[in-house]
């Protein structure tokens, strides 16, 4: 539909409705504006929104803003064209141009149920919540009208993980976007790290058993007395029996001496014998004893003599 047939205006000029207009200004626009038919006449569109809005740059008028309305409701930019009806309406009504007027107003009721909305909605409440269409403002539960294709809706709100969300619309659509505004996450210190303590070693004991102590240090002398013994009483014998002959001695002191000689050897392997299971009776009970603490302190000592040789075990207990 070509834009003269619709208004039956577009052949008044444009310079009836400025208040002193500027010759060469008025040429320039008018020039513009008839461009600006032509394309419409020919459905070229989007060239005509281009010169109907720079005739608007220049001086708006009521019948230059109807015509851009038109211009724009063809290219789909439908809350657009209302925008500029609803100024040609208001600006008609106030420069008396009924016409214009009569004209904006049927346009706004024809276009009104063919323009897309946007509700945007609080899933749950947030104070300070804020929401944006495309980047600009809009009011949270209340319809935003807006132009048919894609769309982007963002909120967001002190303290919440902003909301955002894309959507397209066809004409007459409403869309209502739930947003859901999630609690910001507050970070979890880092819980220390459990410090490994290991053990200490069991504390050994530097004190030992009594019992096995005495016991070894009374088989160690039995077994020195008994070597020293059977040693000295072995000379005295081999040195008596060296004098008898064929087994004959030549005095009873001799035989006497021999025989002192011998008891003596038997006695220290005796001696040495008792020492021997003393030190062995010793040993097996230091590997069975618990080790407990005590402050008790043993020793022994060995002192040779000249009729052989003296022990003694010495200690606090």
Same mark, same amino acid.
């Given at each position: ?11 008044v ?10 010759p ?13 038919i ?9 060239e005509?929104?281009?010169?109907f809005r ?10 230059a ?7 724009e409701?063809?290219?789909?930019e439908?809350a ?5 009806y ?12 009924g ?29 300070g919540?804020?929401?944006?269409l495309?980047?600009?403002a809009?009011?949270?539960g ?19 993980i ?18 859901v505004?999630? %609690?910001?996450?507050?970070p979890? $210190?880092?819980?220390?790290?459990? &410090?490994? @303590?290991?053990? +200490?070693?069991?504390?050994? =004991?530097?004190?030992v058993?009594?019992?096995p102590v ?8 039995a ?10 009483s072995q ?9 008898c ?5 030549s005095s ?6 021999g025989?002192?000689a ?9 001696v040495?014998?008792?020492g021997?299971a003393a030190?062995?009776?010793?040993? %097996?009970?230091?590997?069975?004893? $618990?080790?407990?603490?005590?402050d &008790?302190? @043993?020793?022994? +000592?060995?002192?040779?003599? =000249?009729g052989?040789?003296?022990a ?5 207990f």
């Amino acid at each position: 539909m070509a834009v003269a047939a619709c208004l039956g205006l577009l052949h008044v000029p444009l310079s009836a409705f400025a208040e002193n207009p500027h010759p060469a200004d008025e040429k320039q626009r008018a020039a513009l504006y008839q461009d600006g038919i032509a394309f419409a006449n020919e459905g070229r569109w989007e060239e005509a929104v281009k010169k109907f809005r720079q005739v608007i740059a220049m001086r708006s008028a009521p019948p230059a803003l109807f015509t851009l309305g038109q211009a724009e409701e063809h290219t789909g930019e439908l809350a657009t064209a209302t925008h500029t009806y609803e100024r040609a309406l208001g600006d008609a009504r106030r420069s008396g141009n009924g016409e214009v007027a009569e004209a904006a107003k049927k346009a706004l009721l024809q276009l009104e149920p063919r323009v897309p909305r946007v509700l945007v909605n609080l899933a749950l409440p947030a104070p300070g919540a804020t929401a944006t269409l495309d980047g600009v403002a809009v009011s949270i539960g209340t319809p935003a009208t807006t132009n048919p294709g894609d769309h982007a809706v963002a909120v967001t709100a002190p303290g919440r993980i902003p909301f955002a969300s894309k959507l397209h619309l066809a004409e007459g659509q409403t869309f209502e976007v739930s947003a859901v505004l999630a %609690t910001e996450a507050r970070p979890i $210190p880092p819980r220390p790290e459990p &410090s490994l @303590v290991s053990p +200490a070693p069991p504390e050994r =004991s530097s004190h030992v058993p009594i019992g096995p102590v005495v016991v070894g240090g009374i088989g160690v002398a039995a077994v020195v007395v008994g070597l020293v013994v059977r040693l000295g009483s072995q000379s005295s014998y081999d040195s008596a029996r060296s004098q008898c002959e064929a087994d004959a001695c030549s005095s009873e002191a001799l035989v006497d001496k021999g025989n002192e000689a011998r008891n003596q050897m038997i006695a220290g392997t005796a001696v040495l014998g008792a020492g021997a299971a003393a030190l062995v009776g010793a040993g %097996t009970w230091w590997a069975l004893a $618990p080790r407990h603490r005590t402050d &008790s302190a @043993v020793g022994f +000592a060995i002192v040779p003599t =000249s009729g052989g040789a003296r022990a003694s075990v010495g200690g606090s207990f």
